[in-house]
């Protein structure tokens, strides 16, 4: 029988675009039946990282252990929460984490679709996999798409340009400078069109940053390690590996 993973995603943009990477993997190298759960804040940060519209990709079709769902449809979890409870699925992942998503988790709290999975796979002896977004004192996280004002020469083809962006997502606003460019992030879709557009290479997607989480977010994530039934990673490689040992898939290295 094929392994099935619940993938809840959560309104964190950290290694987004790479875990999805890593669940297409599983899905065509492995045949991993994947379902993928949103918090609300998840579908957004989702799109605007380029992931919502490709999420077809890792969906296997003619199976009702797959499929993708969303707190909005059903806000009790219903009908994923209840197949996880009769043990339909062999692992749920949460990847990328929020530290409001694992301070819920920690406190026992399910009023999102990704933390009513949670509960109930721990209820139930399914194993918990969770990639937090602040896992450590410095952590690197992945930022969304933006105009580099020092590089832009205000050629505002952008904005003339038909196509330059499908979405229209780039907008100019009046400031005491002149106007000022930037991305509309309640339109931007992550697709990248414009970074290829731009003459002068402005426009920039997925740079790295460092952050330095509250003591209180590195506390619960203490906290969330001790759990029974969850495994904290702290890296893509480490989620790959806890992943394939969960599941009992063996990789040639």
């Not at 929020?98 to 406190?107: D, F, L, P, Q």
Request: net charge positive; proline share 4%; with cysteine.
């Amino acid at each position: 029988m094929d392994k099935r993973v619940v993938w809840c995603i959560t309104g964190s943009g950290s290694f987004l675009r790479e875990i999805y990477d890593l669940f297409v993997k599983l899905r065509e190298k492995h045949g991993i039946v994947i379902a993928v759960a949103f918090s609300d804040a998840g579908v957004e940060v989702a799109r605007i990282y380029g992931i919502l519209d490709q999420i077809d990709k890792i969906v296997s079709k003619n199976t009702p252990y797959s499929g993708v769902y969303f707190s909005r449809d059903s806000a009790s979890g219903i009908p994923l929460a209840g197949r996880i409870s009769f043990k339909r699925y062999d692992l749920v992942v949460v990847a990328p984490s929020t530290s409001n998503t694992v301070a819920k988790i920690v406190h026992g709290i399910a009023d999102t679709l990704p933390t009513i999975i949670v509960s109930q796979s721990l209820k139930a002896g399914i194993p918990v996999i969770i990639f937090p977004s602040d896992y450590s004192a410095r952590s690197l996280t992945t930022l969304p798409c933006r105009i580099d004002l020092d590089k832009c020469i205000y050629c505002m083809k952008c904005l003339l340009e038909e196509g330059f962006c499908p979405y229209n997502a780039i907008v100019a606003s009046s400031c005491k400078y002149g106007i000022h460019l930037s991305i509309d992030y309640s339109k931007c879709r992550g697709c990248e069109v414009c970074v290829n557009k731009c003459p002068v290479k402005a426009i920039k997607c997925w740079e790295k940053a460092t952050i330095t989480p509250s003591t209180i977010d590195l506390r619960n994530l203490e906290k969330l390690a001790t759990i029974n039934g969850v495994t904290v990673v702290t890296s893509l490689k480490e989620l790959e590996k806890a992943i394939y040992k969960k599941l009992s898939i063996n990789v040639k290295t």
